[in-house]
């Protein structure tokens, strides 16, 4: 089960700052609660968080699996909303061999093209694995 393995990294790389890890199933969140006590998981939406909370950076992870663009467009604007710094978000992408039935798969230049309604900086990954793309939005050219 993938439950917070983004603060393994982050903590085999020294990361010393806040951490907020957020899952809509309850108990994803608490099962990565329970392997990683020293960081902090909650159940909950990007939709739905308040409009006070912010973050330097959000990453969204298998978000848009079962999702539409709609759905998506609304995510990634919140969730830019939302940064003081940046957002990464993956996305099966329209461009792979494999499809399965019921998964929704984003075209990656659209979803650039998006993207560059919230910001002029934007980067597209689509070297990770063949049927997943990455995409990082930046409040302004340093990037961080």
Same mark, same amino acid.
């Given at each position: 089960?993938?439950?917070?393995?983004?603060?393994?990294?982050?903590?085999?790389?020294?990361?010393?700052?806040?951490?907020?890890?957020?899952?809509?199933?309850?108990?994803?969140?608490?099962?990565?609660?329970?392997?990683?006590? =020293?960081?902090?998981?909650?159940?909950?939406?990007?939709?739905?968080?308040?409009?006070?909370?912010?973050? =330097?950076?959000?990453?969204?992870?298998?978000?848009?699996?079962?999702?539409?663009? =709609?759905?998506?467009?609304?995510?990634?604007?919140?969730?830019?909303?939302?940064?003081?710094?940046?957002?990464?978000?993956?996305?099966?992408?329209?461009?792979?061999?494999?499809?399965?039935?019921?998964?929704?798969?984003?075209?990656?230049?659209?979803?650039?093209?998006?993207?560059?309604?919230?910001?002029?900086?934007?980067?597209?990954?689509?070297?990770?694995?063949?049927?997943?793309?990455?995409?990082?939005?930046?409040?302004?050219?340093?990037?961080?």
């Amino acid at each position: 089960m993938w439950c917070g393995h983004l603060v393994e990294h982050l903590a085999a790389h020294g990361f010393q700052g806040r951490y907020l890890g957020i899952d809509a199933l309850p108990e994803m969140a608490a099962y990565a609660s329970q392997r990683h006590p =020293d960081w902090q998981f909650a159940d909950g939406d990007i939709l739905g968080m308040d409009a006070k909370w912010t973050a =330097d950076y959000i990453v969204g992870s298998g978000l848009f699996t079962f999702s539409d663009l =709609d759905l998506m467009k609304k995510a990634v604007t919140a969730m830019f909303a939302t940064c003081t710094k940046g957002v990464a978000f993956n996305a099966l992408s329209a461009w792979a061999d494999r499809k399965e039935p019921g998964e929704f798969q984003a075209d990656p230049l659209a979803t650039v093209e998006f993207c560059r309604t919230l910001t002029p900086w934007v980067a597209l990954r689509h070297d990770y694995m063949p049927q997943d793309f990455t995409i990082y939005l930046y409040r302004d050219a340093d990037r961080g």
